[in-house]
């Protein structure tokens, strides 16, 4: 059974840092490519960063510069470095995989950075 867990959110303020954590299960970690997304309150879920097997990766413009995805597949686990944090990031944040064709999303860990 793939399961996803995310942790590492909070509450910071404008210009603070945090660092959130995917981690997985029940796959064999290094062979998918990982995404996080967002969803503030009353908004679409957005997609922010992407990593791939290979760990190419790929931002939205919003974040380029100011977050970096990495995966370190002897943990399986992906990471998620936000530095220069803006009260528009706010939003709850998940990562997603997709196996035999399938989604699997985390249940997400709310960031929250105040002005």
Do not use: H
Not at 41 to 50: D, H, I, L, T
Not at 57 to 70: A, D, E, L, N, P
């Amino acid at each position: 059974q793939v399961q996803l867990v995310e942790s590492g959110g909070g509450l910071v303020q404008a210009g603070q840092s945090l660092r959130l954590s995917c981690a997985a299960s029940g796959i064999i970690f290094r062979n998918n490519a990982i995404q996080w997304y967002r969803q503030a309150p009353g908004k679409q879920r957005e997609w922010v960063a992407s990593i791939t097997t290979t760990s190419i990766t790929f931002y939205t413009g919003s974040v380029k510069g100011r977050f970096t995805i990495s995966r370190d597949n002897a943990k399986n686990t992906v990471y998620l470095q936000m530095n220069s944090l803006r009260p528009e990031d706010t939003a709850v944040y998940l990562c997603k995989l997709t196996y035999n064709t399938q989604d699997y999303w985390g249940q997400g860990t709310q960031v929250t950075v105040s002005s």
